[in-house]
């Protein structure tokens, strides 16, 4: 779906072809057979009415009452068939418009969660907004290019069919300039394709700014949001610190941006309006006076003059196609440059420098990890953890204990020499089991009930209500064993003590071989850490610990120690471990 990253530029065709040659391209491209040729219907439906109008106003000026109540009747005819063919054709573009952005959807949400984009865009900073491109940017791409598309194939077929209506009708233009005698046969087509053009070009060059303005439009608009929603979220630590006069600072700062942005939205549509309305209004009167001398000459009737009318607003609307669909272009060309950059971004990949390999240990062999400028960190170039083993990884605050996790996690693209981590699903207790589970400080709990926060990354049906409810109770949560079924914010409900008792519930019902924790106890007291401690050993006897801590507390309960910082080393601990 997504092209490597580099140099390399998207091409719009790169982004809208897969979807028609995807498993559901034979019902796309029925739908939009079907939608185009219910456009081509109204299109034929639309010459028929340009008929009527030259029989109908020549019933009038010959005041033929038969006729006029005939054509009346027709004209009702011709009507409701317009009405049927534009409901359809809508209610089908919907469908295939729907049916497009949920096979996008599906697709971006996968190579986005799936390949851990989500987290190198969020690490590196590199694209704004990503919630953004894909609830609403996919959405307007697809909306978009149909609109855009069966519009154009529609008004190429306006086009071409009252293009010749229009050079048949209005017939040769005879007058003398200079004293030559001049013939412009065709005259009104050529009046009204020059008119269509000259319009869309100087509109062009009027609003073409329009583009750019929009797509930064839509970045401040997100990050007003963001900082809101941010708010939201943190409610109660801001609240703590009375920050609600900086947060306001901060949104007004935010706003302040959309102010101004928006500013430049409002002079570039003003330009726009003000042109595409002296093109409408001239478009009215304009055909009645470059037919009338033909017509006062005697060449047609009244009927026929009405009939040019309506046929020179056919051929200049379909050339002003342009100007008419400037604004969704723009939209469009906007989308369309936000996409490239995400799809570009979702199509890179961290800087290989890490061997990585599969085995049933957790080992490093000339491991060198870095910050982000380059300056080294102080870990262990070489060690290994085995299965059963319980390592405390100690160090100063900030000396990398927990990048040392993202990297063995993958998550952190500075570092370099050789690894082997494990792979399947080997279990340290039995049951359903993960090779290797990370237990980060901030623990995530998502929305919905708790059996699903507590299961989490597993699907609730992965474990039964009894699994679930024995787990809670063995880390402390007891409280809640009888509430699985409850649907709540529970990342707001539970406090961070609660959060990292959770997680240890989580543990417990994953069974890892291989578990990696992040300070996951610093923010217990020391009577709750031990109670976990004892029961995650006694529970996974055979899983390997990794334990990223600052307290001294923790060292009975494992075998081994890993200094990171300055000195570092890995050692067995001297101390004999609790639980053995």
């Known amino acids: 779906m997504f092209p490597p990253g580099g140099g390399r530029r998207i091409s719009a065709w790169s982004l809208i072809k897969p979807y028609w040659i995807s498993e559901d391209r034979h019902r796309a491209r029925a739908l939009l057979a079907l939608v185009i040729a219910l456009n081509l219907a109204i299109v034929y439906v639309n010459l028929r009415v340009n008929t009527w109008y030259a029989t109908f106003y020549d019933a009038l000026d010959k005041r033929d009452l038969p006729a006029f109540t005939h054509l009346i009747l027709v004209f009702t005819l011709l009507a409701f068939i317009f009405i049927a063919l534009s409901t359809v054709q809508i209610y089908f573009r919907q469908m295939l418009e729907f049916r497009w952005r949920q096979w996008l959807t599906d697709v971006y949400l996968r190579q986005w969660l799936l390949s851990r984009s989500y987290y190198r865009m969020e690490r590196d900073h590199i694209v704004d907004n990503p919630d953004q491109r894909i609830a609403e940017d996919l959405r307007s791409m697809a909306t978009n290019t149909l609109a855009l598309s069966i519009d154009l194939i529609s008004t190429i077929a306006t086009f071409s069919v009252f293009v010749s209506l229009l050079w048949m009708l209005s017939g040769a233009l005879s007058f003398a300039l200079f004293g030559h005698a001049v013939r412009i046969p065709g005259y009104l087509v050529w009046a009204a394709v020059a008119y269509g053009i000259l319009g869309s070009f100087l509109v062009h060059k009027i609003a073409r700014r329009l583009v750019d303005v929009g797509y930064r439009q839509q970045k401040v608009e997100a990050d007003f949001r963001v900082l809101l929603v941010r708010v939201r979220e943190n409610a109660e630590q801001i609240a703590f610190y009375d920050g609600g006069p900086e947060e306001g600072r901060r949104a007004r700062a935010a706003f302040g941006a959309v102010r101004n942005n928006w500013r430049e939205i409002m002079r570039y549509t003003k330009r726009l309006v003000f042109a595409s309305s002296v093109y409408g209004q001239i478009a009215i009167i304009f055909p009645l006076v470059a037919a009338a001398p033909r017509y006062f000459a005697g060449a047609f009737t009244i009927g026929v003059l009405m009939q040019l009318n309506n046929a020179f607003g056919q051929v200049s609307g379909a050339c002003s196609w342009f100007i008419n ?204 850490e031990r109670h976990l401690y004892e029961t995650l050993l006694q529970r996974l006897p055979r899983a390997a610990v990794i334990s990223v801590a600052h307290r001294d507390t923790l060292a009975r309960f494992h075998t081994h120690e890993m200094h990171v910082g300055p000195q570092a080393d890995a050692r067995p601990l001297a101390l004999a471990p609790a639980g053995t």
């Open 325 to 528: 669909s400037y604004a969704t272009l723009a939209d469009w060309r906007a989308t369309l440059n936000r996409l490239r950059e995400f799809s570009k971004r979702m199509g890179e990949g961290d800087p290989d420098r890490l061997s990585r390999e599969h085995g049933n240990e957790v080992a490093a062999r000339g491991l060198h990890v870095f910050r982000p400028d380059g300056r080294p960190l102080g870990v262990p170039s070489t060690f290994r953890v085995a299965p059963g083993e319980r390592w405390l990884v100690r160090g100063p605050s900030g000396a990398g204990k927990s990048t040392l996790l993202r990297t063995l996690a993958g998550l952190w693209p500075h570092a370099a020499g050789d690894l082997v981590m494990p792979a399947g699903g080997g279990s340290g207790g039995g049951g359903k089991g993960h090779a290797a589970l990370f237990l980060p400080q901030s623990t995530y709990v998502p929305d919905g009930t708790l059996k699903q926060a507590v299961c989490y990354p597993d699907p609730v049906d992965a474990y039964s209500d009894a699994e679930c409810a024995e787990a809670l109770r063995l880390c402390r949560l007891e409280a809640y064993a009888d509430q699985l079924y409850v649907a709540d914010a529970w990342a707001r409900r539970l406090s961070p003590g609660e959060k990292q008792r959770l997680s240890f519930a989580r543990a417990l019902l994953l069974k890892p071989a291989f578990l990696f924790m992040d300070e996951s106890t610093s923010s217990l007291d020391t009577d709750t």
